[in-house]
């Protein structure tokens, strides 16, 4: 079966400092693998996702991940996070089978 | 274009009450898909319809639970004799096809079980 680990439950960060998330995940074939945010009262917006090819990845709001083979991993990162950015983030992993099986997300905030 | 829609955008309801949730998918999406997200077990995958093939409900949690798509394209999921540990807030999201395709999700019904 498969499913992803987020380790980290909240990170405070301050602003302009970077950031990382950390995102594992297990999957017996090759992954398709996507970050999420959700705000307040929103629903889950896509920020990135990872089907093949190059394994750095861009998404929008300035933020990439990179998937990583060998450590099973797809850490999302941003090099100077903004106050807007505070919100929960979900690694997300599915395979042909269309449904997402998502991480229990972690809570960032973002000092001033 | 316009996004995924949900309604109601909240929803209060008594233990035992049957409950319609509804969502309306972007035009043109085949495939449609409600997920749950609850404190106590975060965002799980509940039913998903692609077209016109029989739906996976691999997700649903009980029997109470049942959802439909008309015509393909809303879609109803409905929960009967509410229990408090319903309580939750039910996201829907659709995407072009089947398969990887990306999924954008609406902003979700809230709903409290009393």
């Known amino acids: 079966a498969q499913s992803v680990t987020q380790p980290d439950i909240h990170i405070t960060v301050s602003e302009g400092a970077s950031l990382e998330l950390r995102c594992n995940y297990s999957y017996g074939a090759t992954p398709y693998l996507f970050w999420y945010v959700q705000s307040p009262g929103q629903g889950l917006q896509l920020l990135l996702k990872y089907f093949s090819g190059d394994t750095l990845v861009q998404g929008i709001k300035g933020f990439e991940a990179e998937f990583k083979r060998s450590q099973s991993s797809f850490n999302l990162r941003k090099p100077s996070v903004h106050w807007s950015d505070a919100a929960e983030y979900f690694c997300a992993v599915t395979g042909t089978a269309s449904k997402l099986t998502f991480g229990t997300g972690t809570r960032l905030q973002v000092t001033l | 274009g316009a996004g995924v829609s949900q309604s109601p955008s909240n929803k209060v309801t008594e233990k035992g009450k049957d409950v319609e949730l509804r969502c309306d998918p972007i035009s043109g999406h085949t495939a449609l898909y409600w997920y749950r997200q609850s404190l106590g077990q975060g965002l799980e995958f509940l039913i998903y319809?692609?077209?016109?093939?029989?739906?996976?409900k691999s997700g649903l949690p009980s029997d109470r639970f049942s959802a439909e798509r008309t015509g393909g394209s809303v879609s109803t999921l409905t929960i009967q004799r509410t229990q408090q540990e319903d309580s939750a807030v039910y996201l829907c999201?659709?995407?072009?096809?089947?398969?990887?395709?990306?999924?954008?999700f609406g902003p979700g019904t809230r709903l409290l079980v009393l």
């Open positions: 999201a659709s995407s072009r096809d089947y398969g990887t395709e990306t999924q954008y």
């Open positions: 319809f692609q077209g016109n093939s029989a739906p996976d």
